[in-house]
T-cell receptor, first 112, second 116 residues
């Protein structure tokens, strides 16, 4: 039972354009949502997070949107840069157990 | 400052053997998590420590897996009688706060375990 889903395994975007990565979840007990970026042979690196009481959080080129009624969140990267090419994981924290549940990841490739 | 470190970076072992994987969290971080990542999957929760005690070990797949954090800092994940299906990257993460106040996690580079 996949509680956090990233349905697009890969995405290619032209440099300078917007990258939109999507994530869906099923558990209404999640209170924090996080995005991590992962390069090969490295551990995931925290990118941005959002509390379940908010619907948007912005940090530089990165913005996360949360739609609680749809149980959907998205990460927008604009403008996309070749260095953004990596695997992006969506994660959610269960407010009851404080466990983090990760999606399967989306591989983003930004083309120069 | 130093990030989370994990040793060894790679471990190859034979089926049936015992292995220990070590995690050095960021100094002062209260919470420590272990995850397992298989190819094409996201990190899968194994166990979570608050200080020295395991707050939640519900992700450990069976009793061959055990983890300790005796002094509230370094943690060791122990796997007995390894099986080929245990092959994965084992990730450790630490967080400065635990429980409801914990949020951002800092990950180590992982240990790639291969069971032949």
């Amino acid at each position: 039972d996949q509680q956090v889903k990233q349905n697009s395994p890969s995405l290619s975007v032209q440099e300078g354009r917007i990258s939109i990565l999507n994530c869906d979840y099923t558990n209404s007990m999640f209170d924090y949502f996080l995005w991590y970026k992962k390069y090969p042979a490295e551990g995931p690196t925290f990118l941005i997070s959002i509390s379940s009481i908010k619907d948007k959080n912005e940090d530089g080129r990165f913005t996360v949107f949360l739609n609680k009624s749809a149980k959907h969140l998205s990460l927008h990267i604009v403008p996309s840069q070749p260095g953004d090419s990596a695997v992006y994981f969506c994660a959610a924290r269960d407010s009851g157990t404080y466990k983090y549940i990760f999606g399967t990841g989306t591989r983003l490739k930004v083309l120069a | 400052g130093a990030g989370v470190s994990q040793t060894p970076s790679n471990k190859v072992t034979e089926k049936g053997k015992y292995v220990e994987l070590r995690c050095d969290p960021i100094s002062g971080h209260t919470a420590l998590y272990w995850y397992r990542q298989s190819l094409g999957q996201g990190p899968e929760f194994l166990i979570y420590f608050q200080g020295t005690g395991a707050a939640d070990d519900s992700g450990l797949p069976n009793d061959r897996f055990f983890a300790v954090r005796p002094e509230g800092s370094v943690s060791t994940l122990k796997i007995q009688r390894t099986e080929r299906g245990d092959s994965a990257v084992y990730l450790c993460a630490s967080s400065p706060l635990a429980g409801a106040k914990g949020n951002e996690q800092f990950f180590g580079p992982g240990t790639r375990l291969t069971v032949l």
